[in-house]
């Protein structure tokens, strides 16, 4: 059985180290991003139920696709239990999300995230949901915890627009990190203002984008229904994964090998350069859930 490759009811049977890492991240979420020997659970989760006819967002089944991500990744009976692994009641928690007005983290799935910070014991007042403007908000500002999510798309400057792009909004002139390709974000992650309190990755892979023309360029035609989340506390993995699967798409569209202009480098380099976590396949531990049709993986 590759480690790579796992099912829900593999991962059962493979034992516990999810659990441990839970633990271990807390403690010490320094530690999870620089010991590169480590290797990266991420889930990747679909339910086709998760999207209604017109690509209104099904609130509940995302709530389970959520709880069962939780629940495999720390290996825990509930989702309660696994939030309680990386949030305290004393945590200052900041949701980092999306607003690009296209394809925005879904207000959905962050509402769901706020409940179960706050089903931690953290008080409301000491949550934050932003995405720009976080350097001059003082949730943000005094964070002890992070939650980092927003959707997968491409995109002009970097390749794709992935987790660990999405911190890019935590420097004050975000365009002085556009050049070779955006290629040293994860420096970003090493700032003090965010450095070693990611506590989870959300990359929303609802209807990903996988083309685009110029800057914020969208279309419809170049997204389509993928009914996924990749869930997972390495965000590097969690865009390795994503990435994979903008790639296979691009290929199926275009009936030919499509690379990326600019190529996704920011996301090797993470790992190679930045030891921020894992992007090599064989460092990642995929366990992959739920529907199967067209997922590219």
């Not at 839970?22 to 290797?39: H, I, R, V, W, Y």
């Not at 709530?63 to 949030?87: C, G, H, N, P, R």
């Not at 800057?215 to 997204?223: A, D, I, L, Q």
């Not at 992007?279 to 993986?297: P, Q, S, T, V, Y």
Request: with cysteine; glycine share 6%.
């Amino acid at each position: 059985m590759s480690p790579k490759n796992l099912t829900r009811r593999e991962f059962i049977k493979t034992g516990s180290l999810a659990a441990a890492t839970g633990t271990f991240l807390l403690n010490n979420p320094k530690s999870l991003f620089a010991l590169q020997d480590e290797k990266s659970r991420v889930v990747l989760i679909r339910n086709k139920n998760v999207l209604g006819e017109v690509g209104k967002i099904n609130t509940e089944v995302l709530q389970q696709m959520l709880d069962e991500s939780m629940k495999v990744i720390f290996d825990t009976k509930d989702a309660s239990t696994a939030w309680k692994k990386i949030i305290k009641p004393d945590d200052v928690v900041g949701i980092k999300t999306n607003v690009w007005n296209y394809l925005r983290t879904p207000p959905e799935l962050e509402n769901i995230i706020k409940k179960s910070v706050m089903d931690c014991g953290v008080a409301e007042e000491k949550i934050g949901i932003k995405d720009r403007g976080v350097l001059k908000d003082p949730i943000f500002q005094n964070a002890t915890a992070l939650i980092n999510s927003r959707p997968m798309r491409t995109h002009y400057w970097s390749g794709v627009g992935s987790l660990v792009k999405n911190y890019i909004m935590f420097v004050e002139k975000p365009s002085d990190w556009h050049g070779d390709s955006c290629a040293d974000l994860a420096a970003i992650w090493k700032l003090p203002v965010v450095a070693n309190k990611t506590r989870l990755n959300v990359l929303v892979m609802l209807t990903p984008q996988f083309h685009n023309v110029g800057p914020h360029g969208f279309s419809p035609e170049y997204v389509w229904k993928y009914y996924g989340l990749i869930v997972g506390v390495d965000p590097v993995a969690c865009d390795a994964v994503g990435l994979k699967i903008i790639e296979a798409k691009r290929k199926e569209y275009f009936n030919e090998e499509k690379p990326l202009n600019p190529p996704a480098k920011h996301i090797e380099l993470a790992d190679t350069r930045h030891l921020l976590g894992n992007a090599d396949f064989r460092k990642i531990d995929l366990i992959k859930i739920g529907f199967e049709e067209g997922r590219f993986i």
